[in-house]
């Protein structure tokens, strides 16, 4: 896209999870596994970079419609893996009865519950689609519990990213294009600014809306703004 930037200075919601996992959470060895309920190959890239174990995810096994003799498998634990300590829960196309009730089967088993983001949109093709908080929240009446999420505006995220990176956060500024998320992660993490730019999720009627915890600092039509003059 033309933006002069290096694969350090990326950090998504599932690095961010990943970092997590790896550096606050720390999982007890016996249950140091991860169970993935989220896209092909992303994040459990990310599990693999920092040697964290992992089972779900892009596994075929999962892609399919639920048999009678699983819902007894599960029960009876058969097919589960006691080793799984966590469960992770990102976006999912390929989302299907069976994946939600192995994820379930783990929280019930007191597996730490964790979202990569709990948007509930995804915008896309200039509309918006269900977003992975779409998918948390298909769990959470089951389990009675809350992810603790890793994405935007979680103040874990910024943890994470303090933990990989040394930064001086009231130099630093967040540059988003949704209130709820990106401003308030800004603001709740206490960066020295917030800019809102008006070419994604949030609009300058939402803007004149906004509740304090999401009030930028300022906004522009678009990025490109700031390189004018």
Do not use: W
Request: glycine residues 8%; hydrophobic residues 40%; contains cysteine.
């Amino acid at each position: 896209m033309g933006i002069l930037c290096n694969q350090d200075q990326i950090f998504t919601s599932a690095y961010s999870t990943a970092i997590y996992l790896s550096q606050i959470l720390k999982l007890p060895s016996r249950r140091n596994k991860v169970f993935v309920l989220g896209e092909r190959g992303k994040f459990e890239a990310e599990l693999d970079s920092l040697g964290i174990p992992h089972i779900g995810g892009s596994d075929s096994s999962f892609d399919r419609v639920m048999k009678p003799e699983d819902f007894d498998d599960i029960a009876s634990e058969k097919t589960i893996d006691k080793s799984v300590g966590a469960v992770v829960v990102g976006m999912d196309m390929n989302v299907n009865y069976l994946k939600l009730s192995y994820a379930a089967h783990y929280l019930r088993r007191d597996a730490v519950f964790l979202a990569t983001n709990t948007d509930s949109t995804y915008p896309t093709s200039g509309i918006v689609f269900p977003g992975a908080g779409c998918i948390s929240a298909a769990l959470m009446p089951m389990v009675r519990l809350a992810p603790l999420s890793l994405g935007k505006p979680s103040h874990a995220m910024i943890q994470a990213i303090r933990s990989r990176y040394e930064l001086d956060l009231e130099r630093c500024c967040m540059v988003g294009d949704r209130l709820d998320t990106d401003i308030k992660l800004g603001i709740d993490g206490g960066l020295g600014g917030t800019l809102l730019v008006l070419t994604g999720v949030s609009q300058l009627e939402d803007l004149q809306a906004a509740v304090p915890e999401t009030v930028p600092s300022a906004y522009a039509e678009k990025l490109s703004d700031l390189c004018v003059g």
